[in-house]
């Protein structure tokens, strides 16, 4: 049996981003493993050789997809018939937001931490039907949040299960406990979530849980899935309609939609990504480990929050309960600057806008040296801060 730094560095090895660089951006995109683009390349160099419509390369295709949806529902405990396979967490949130019937008195409830991909769907919705939109404030007792907002007009909860901006965790089986007494359904983006931390589809109860492949999953960008719960497939209308959303149809009108949720996917799907986020997963899943990857995230994560509480002037904003995201400030030094002078030194992180803060994602390939790196690089940026103002 190999060592825990035999295993890290073997999976750095299958990780070439992490040979050259400090990668603490999983939050917007993961590394690609080798194993994934070599997934890639191997249908691409099918379809430039063989064609891209022939007997072989139909069932590559249709292999594609089948084995895909499959690793993706067992990655949460859903399954195969309950998982539209889409390109991104936003197309997921789209389809149900666009397949529910809304009437200008509805009201739906979402955070006060919410990415663009729940945002702007909504302020659509307002803009369109009158829908009204609820912040529930999660800064202290996010149930009570939910609670106080809730109305007999509710009909939609859209949350993320761990917040893009401050990394919060948040308590979704609770608050899918309270919505269903109200019979209101739930839809999470859960973007942040799948492959950084265990997702549990039937543990949690909600109704519809979007996620990307693109980010924690080290996937190819244009990846990712949509979970709608069997009992609430008939309560949406699809918004699109493709032949590949129907079991049969006619050129007199009369079509038939499929009984699961492939009725929501409507046309071409990019077959070499999809091989190529089956081939992450099954790395994860089979070489990598779920189980020690979350457990690596979680350690990594607690130290990396540690050690930067240590440096004078930075506020970290993360509570301690949390995923694979950590942000903070640093006082005296612009977000962007901090990330610009970062960057120079090989350490690539992000700002987050609306609060004025950087972003860390902390991995399960990152090491306990490059957590050094980042916090020494942090304060050598304060002192360099201090040298041109007075500091306390």
């Known amino acids: 049996m190999i060592s825990h730094l035999e295993h890290l560095e073997k999976i750095r090895q299958n990780l070439p981003a992490t040979q050259n660089i400090v990668y603490m951006n999983t939050g917007a995109t993961g590394p690609l493993p080798v194993t994934a683009i070599q997934a890639v390349q191997e249908a ?20 594609a997809k089948l084995e895909t949806r499959q690793l993706l529902a067992e990655l949460i405990k859903a399954n195969n018939d309950e998982i539209v396979l889409t390109r991104n967490t936003t197309e997921g949130i789209n389809l149900i937001i666009s397949g529910i019937k809304w009437q200008p008195e509805d009201e739906v409830i979402t955070t006060n931490i919410e990415h663009a991909a729940v945002l702007l769907p909504l302020f ?32 939609l909860i859209a949350i ?15 608050i899918a406990q309270l919505a269903h007494q109200h019979g209101i359904p739930v839809l999470i ?10 997702v549990d589809i ?46 049969h149809f006619d050129p007199e009108g009369s079509f038939s939609f499929h009984s699961t949720a492939r009725r929501f996917e409507f046309a ?11 081939a992450s997963i099954r790395w994860l899943t089979e070489y990598v480990g779920l189980d020690w990857a979350f457990d690596r ?29 950590i942000s903070f400030q640093l006082n005296g030094v612009e977000p962007q600057q901090l990330v610009k002078t970062l960057a120079s030194q090989g350490i690539i992180i992000r700002t987050i806008k609306e609060l004025n803060c950087v972003r860390a994602s902390i991995g399960f390939f990152n090491t306990e040296e490059e957590v050094e790196c980042l916090v020494k690089a942090v304060r050598q940026a304060r002192r360099k801060a201090c040298s041109h103002s007075v500091c306390r």
């Open 268 to 278: 071409t799907t990019n077959t070499p990504s999809l091989l190529g986020q089956g």
């Open 160 to 174: 993320s299960h761990v917040s893009y901006s401050t990394g919060e965790l948040l308590p979704i089986q609770e």
């Open 124 to 155: 659509l919705l307002n803009q369109r039907y009158g829908v009204s939109i609820k912040t529930a404030r999660v800064d202290g007792n996010p149930l009570r949040a939910f609670k106080e907002l809730i109305s007999p007009h509710t009909r």
């Open 44 to 63: 691409q160099q099918a379809e430039l050789y063989n064609g891209r419509i022939n007997k072989e390369v139909v069932q590559l295709k249709k292999r």
């Open 297 to 325: 995230i979680k350690t990594l994560h607690h130290l990396t929050r540690q050690e930067l509480a240590t440096v004078t002037d930075v506020t970290v904003l993360t509570p301690a309960a949390a995923a694979g995201l």
């Open 202 to 247: 039937s543990e949690l109860g909600v109704d519809f849980y979007s996620f990307s492949g693109q980010k924690w999953l080290c996937g190819p960008e244009g990846t990712g899935a949509l979970y709608i719960r069997q009992e609430r497939l008939n309560d949406l209308h699809p918004a699109y309609i493709g032949y590949a959303s129907v079991e």
């Open 189 to 198: 983006d859960g973007a942040q979530a799948v492959g950084a931390i265990p």
